[in-house]
């Protein structure tokens, strides 16, 4: 079977670009360049181009991987997106990336695009740990390896904070318009925060810089969503059934897509709008409610089936009594939670239960798992916070918090950049050590003694359940 490229006749029941491919030139950067930004912000704009067609290819960035912008050369920049959702699978061949690139072999070129005038912005995925900040402050963690490293070598940088400044300060050097800058991770006020560790890391190369960032910059905040596994042998088989091509770089997800993004950009944006998105004057109320009911639960469930031997979210939502915590669990976090403009809370929980519980998506928990120290503090640590100082119960998150222990305890070390800390406090004994580790809980947690005892009560009774 021919591998996909430009040339491939797809089957009729294939959707593909509806715009002139060959015409769209470069007028994005968009850094991580994993499954979730090709099943999401890619096929946006391909919609986008669709209804008004610009000068918004992208070209894709990614910070450590080689194979994947090898592959997406090799394909001419197209590749597949099934949607699965029970009843029928429905790909699309996506054609809004245009080329790409991996940064640790081809430094110089991804400056030079960041300094081209025709780049308008910048997109990220990179993962929370990534961006290298300290939880607890919400600031620059200098001591972060990419930080350290751009911070020394800010002419040659490898991490994500790195590259914008140094692609800003190039832009400023040159009298260029500073690019927008649009974060599409899993963090709270997305925008806010990147604004804030671009500027701690650039006031500490050249004041002047950062006023110029300050003043021109554009950082919206967005929220983003969409369910992604990572994709399988499986995906890539039945991808090539489908489409009657072979595709490296095939995903499946489900069908449901939302992203929210702050109407806030130095120089025009594509018509995301087209393939629904939503512009909003404040994206904070729908960030909060996804992290929370969304991510949390997630989390949760992610838990549950590492110390039950559960691999897939959809084996999870399979046993009742786990489905009742997952319940009880988006309980407690609505409580914490505003309005939210134009969205029914109660018809969202519903959905975000059958989202999970979908047979065709095979999410492993080990992928949600990984990396708790970077998800929790948004996701569980805050919510607690809140439901604490309003004299609400914050027992459901230090139930969490006690499973994810319960999962460093029997499956460590774990896939965490602080593996290392977490394995020497969970050899101390007990969960107290875990609060003494410096920036992960915030003080309100470390200080109360109601927060303390539930998550030590939880934890010893998974000891004694044997988890
Ligand atoms: C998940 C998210 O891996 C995780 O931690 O909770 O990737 C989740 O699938 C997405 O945010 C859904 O939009």
Request: aromatic share 6%.
């Amino acid at each position: 079977m021919e591998r996909l490229s430009p040339k491939t006749v797809l089957p009729a029941h294939v959707l593909r670009p509806a715009y002139d491919r060959a015409a769209l030139t470069p007028g994005m950067v968009h850094i991580g360049i994993g499954a979730f930004h090709r099943a999401h912000q890619a096929i946006y704009t391909d919609a986008a181009l669709a209804v008004e067609f610009g000068p918004w290819g992208i070209v894709g960035v990614s910070l450590r991987s080689t194979a994947i912008a090898q592959d997406m050369r090799a394909q001419g920049g197209l590749y597949s997106v099934m949607t699965r959702d029970g009843d029928a699978d429905s790909a699309r061949v996506v054609g809004s990336e245009i080329d790409a690139l991996a940064a640790t072999q081809e430094r110089a070129r991804l400056l030079a695009l960041l300094t081209d005038p025709a780049i308008r912005i910048v997109t990220l995925t990179v993962s929370e740990k990534a961006y290298g900040f300290d939880p607890s402050t919400g600031r620059l963690d200098p001591t972060h390896p990419a930080v350290a490293a751009d911070l020394a070598t800010p002419d040659t940088p490898t991490g994500a904070i790195g590259m914008l400044v140094e692609g800003l300060a190039r832009r400023h050097a040159a009298e260029l318009p500073p690019f927008t800058v649009l974060c599409c991770d899993n963090l709270p006020a997305n925008g806010r925060l990147v604004r804030r560790l671009v500027l701690d890391m650039a006031e500490r190369r050249d004041a002047p810089l950062a006023a110029w960032i300050a003043e021109k910059g554009r950082f919206p905040s967005s929220m983003v969503d969409r369910i992604v596994p990572a994709a399988t042998d499986e995906t890539r088989a039945r991808a090539a059934a489908l489409i009657g091509a072979q595709d490296t770089l095939a995903l499946e997800t489900e069908a449901f897509s939302q992203w929210v993004i702050e109407e806030d950009f130095v120089d025009g944006r594509p018509a995301w709008e087209a393939g629904g998105a939503l512009f909003v004057a404040d994206v904070e109320p729908y960030e909060k409610m996804k992290l929370r009911l969304l991510n949390g639960s997630h989390s949760l469930i992610a838990y549950l089936g590492q110390l039950h031997g559960l691999d897939h979210v959809r084996d999870v939502m399979a046993v009742p009594a786990h489905v009742a915590r997952v319940r009880a669990h988006m309980e407690a976090a609505a409580a914490t939670l505003d309005p939210v403009p134009g969205i029914d809370l109660a018809a969202y929980r519903a959905q975000l239960v059958a989202r999970f519980a979908n047979p065709a998506m095979a999410h492993r928990t080990v992928q949600i798992a990984m990396d708790g120290t970077q998800k929790l503090p948004q996701r569980i640590f805050a919510p607690a916070v809140e439901a604490l100082a309003s004299g609400g119960d914050a027992d459901a998150f230090a139930y969490v918090t006690a499973l994810w222990l319960a999962y460093v305890r029997r499956m460590g070390p774990v896939n965490d950049p602080r593996a290392a800390e977490l394995a020497a406090a969970e050899s101390e004994g007990g969960s107290a050590p875990f609060f003494a580790l410096p920036g992960l809980f915030p003080a309100q947690l470390v200080t109360s003694t109601d927060w303390r005892q539930r998550v030590a009560l939880h934890f010893s009774a998974l000891e004694a359940a044997g988890r």
